[in-house]
């Protein structure tokens, strides 16, 4: 087991110098850790209460609430100069030593650790995908020529297409989320429709 450190940036008051702040005690713990942005959702004390804050929320546009940009700027600091500092002390150094992994995987020279944090990366990337960019709402629907794994490869063949991802990898996630009931199908008019059900363990098909 591994211990990771996830940091938020952008917080009230915050300034370059309280960014390194964070920065030198991350780097100081000697685990992995990862920087996300401020997102105040609706409802959150930071949000509701924005004027009483060293904030100024940016947008109100809810697909990017996401913490993987920022949307608010202090007084010291502007949205461009948290994310530089995100791309500058993190992202840059994370995106090399993730390409170095990679190619070692590539040329069957990796350990159990790189193919487990490889694995883990990959699967991680699919599925944000899916539910960040309604992947399978708006692409899983087929022609219906039958139920089970002929519909299954169908829809795995769509997704590993349009995140040019690798078939075997993609069959490898899309194959656990089945598995745990978190992704089903039905058949309507006359297609085959995979949809997320409310509840995996009570939302089953019809007879």
Same mark, same amino acid.
């Given at each position: 087991m591994k211990a990771f450190g996830s940091f938020i940036v952008g917080l009230p008051g915050e300034s370059f110098d309280t960014l390194m702040d964070t920065h030198r005690f991350a780097q100081e713990l000697g685990i992995d850790y990862g920087y996300h942005f401020l997102a105040p959702f609706p409802g959150t004390t930071v949000k509701e209460n924005i004027a009483h804050f060293d904030l100024e %929320? %940016?947008?109100?546009?809810? $697909? !990017?609430?996401? &913490? @993987?940009? &920022?949307?608010? +700027?202090? $007084? +010291? %600091?502007? &949205?461009?100069?948290?994310? +530089?500092?995100?791309y500058d002390y993190y992202t $840059? !150094?994370? @995106? &090399?030593?993730?390409? @170095?992994?990679?190619? +070692?995987v590539r040329e069957g020279r990796s350990s159990d650790l790189d193919n487990l944090f490889y694995r883990g990366k990959q699967k991680n990337q699919i599925i944000f995908k899916l539910f960040s960019e309604d992947i399978i709402e708006e692409h899983g629907v087929f022609p219906a020529t039958g139920m089970g794994s002929d519909c299954q490869e169908q829809l795995i063949n769509k997704i590993a297409g349009i995140l040019d991802k690798e078939i075997p990898m993609v069959n490898s996630v899309i194959g656990e989320i089945i598995e745990s009931g978190f992704l089903k199908l039905r058949k309507e008019n006359g297609r085959v429709v995979w949809y997320w059900p409310h509840n995996n363990l009570i939302d089953r098909l019809p007879a």
């Open positions: %929320l %940016l947008t109100e546009d809810w $697909s !990017k609430f996401d &913490a @993987n940009r &920022a949307i608010t +700027r202090t $007084s +010291r %600091l502007s &949205a461009e100069e948290i994310e +530089r500092f995100v $840059s !150094k994370v @995106n &090399a030593e993730e390409d @170095n992994i990679a190619r +070692r």
